[in-house]
């Protein structure tokens, strides 16, 4: 071995260490910018599994301990190649540097004498155990490189002693879900995994069409307040001889009459009222599109769209205000700009109730109450 000395970050604390090159069993010597074998020249320094030092710009997890003789005490270091982070019971975000490794065959080397059977397309990942992470639950969900985990099984006995060492995670591959998962913060079920869902049919409750006229509803499925993409929707009519819908949501005058079209969505419904009429009569309306339940300090889009008889009329001028909940008092909980049909909410950084406004030149209108809420 040739040692090198360097200073590095333990604990807050720059500490002088000597630095070898780590060799794995056998005399194979593992990746040199991977492993390091680390003496500390304060010889009376306690070290555990599972605590880190920082070099080189990045952290390093001591994964193994061993000693020379009585006296001194020398440290397997593996650099960390990921971050993992989640929100945890408080609702606060952990994030830990950790060792992930992607398995691609059966009999995959762990460490440098120890061999773990693992079935293909699994990763494993090595943590500190720690109040937090002693926490983690097998079938919780992860974001890892942009890539969604699930794990399968969670080792917090085999190196743990007197509440100091190491977690192993045994994680498999899972789907994004679009609607919890914060990729930009690399969280999974950061919106609340909680389904709650709801439907809004945005040409309104009512319509009148004549006959032989058709309309085609616009429906938006929201789950706990967020906008779902690509919705499994169904329709159907309580009176095919005044009105017919298709697979698809457009409405066919048939006769004289009224009837109900009723929409259903992850077995919640919404209906919407339909008269048809010898001549079309004018029936004005406007729906806000967007996310009713948001998080501080995050960012949405809202779009307004006004229809008459349900059919959207998209050359519209509009204006946009925003109030407290009471729908008159001035709120300082969220800015708002808009340009045409679309506008932008930041919300502040405390909790609350909003309401969005938005009418026309004639005077039509419509509001979206909304709740900002903290992460937990």
Request: charged share 10%; glycine share 6%; with cysteine.
């Amino acid at each position: 071995y040739s040692p090198d000395i360097y200073t590095v970050t333990y604990k807050g604390t720059p500490v002088t260490v000597r630095l070898f090159n780590e060799k794995a069993a056998g005399g194979l010597t593992h990746i040199k910018d991977d492993f390091r074998r680390v003496l500390f020249q304060n010889i009376q320094q306690v070290v555990n599994l599972g605590d880190y030092i920082t070099f080189g710009g990045f952290d390093w997890l001591c994964t193994d301990t061993n000693s020379i003789n009585r006296l001194i005490n020398y440290y397997t270091f593996r650099r960390c190649n990921t971050k993992i982070s989640w929100i945890d019971p408080n609702g606060v975000i952990q994030t830990y540097s950790a060792i992930a490794e992607t398995l691609t065959n059966k009999r995959e080397e762990l460490k440098e004498w120890k061999f773990i059977e693992t079935v293909f397309g699994k990763m494993l990942m090595s943590i500190p155990y720690d109040s937090n992470t002693s926490q983690i639950y097998e079938k919780q969900r992860f974001i890892v490189n942009n890539r969604a985990y699930i794990v399968s099984y969670v080792d917090n006995y085999t190196y743990v002693k007197n509440g100091v060492g190491l977690i192993a995670l045994a994680l498999e591959n899972d789907q994004i879900n679009p609607i919890f998962d914060n990729l930009t913060l690399g969280i999974a079920n950061y919106y609340n995994s909680q389904q709650s869902f709801s439907i809004v049919i945005n040409n309104g409750t009512s319509a009148s069409i004549g006959v032989n006229e058709t309309l085609q509803l616009n429906v938006s499925v929201y789950d706990n307040g967020a906008l779902v993409s690509n919705p499994i929707i169904t329709y159907s009519t309580n009176n095919s001889a005044i009105a017919i819908v298709s697979a698809s949501g457009l409405v066919t005058g048939v006769a004289l009459g009224n009837c109900t079209i009723t929409v259903s969505s992850y077995n919640v419904n919404a209906t919407i009222s339909i008269n048809v009429v010898s001549a079309s009569q004018n029936n004005y309306s406007c729906t806000i599109t967007g996310n009713n339940q948001v998080l501080i300090n995050q960012t949405q889009q809202y779009t307004v769209t006004f229809y008459n008889n349900g059919v959207a009329d998209n050359d519209v001028a509009s204006q946009w205000w925003l109030t407290a909940s009471d729908g008159v008092s001035q709120t300082s909980l969220a800015a708002l700009s808009f340009s045409g049909n679309n506008a932008t909410l930041v919300m502040g950084s405390q909790p609350g109730g909003i309401k969005l406004w938005v009418k026309d030149a004639s005077g039509v209108s419509t509001s979206l109450p909304i709740t900002i809420n903290n992460l937990w």
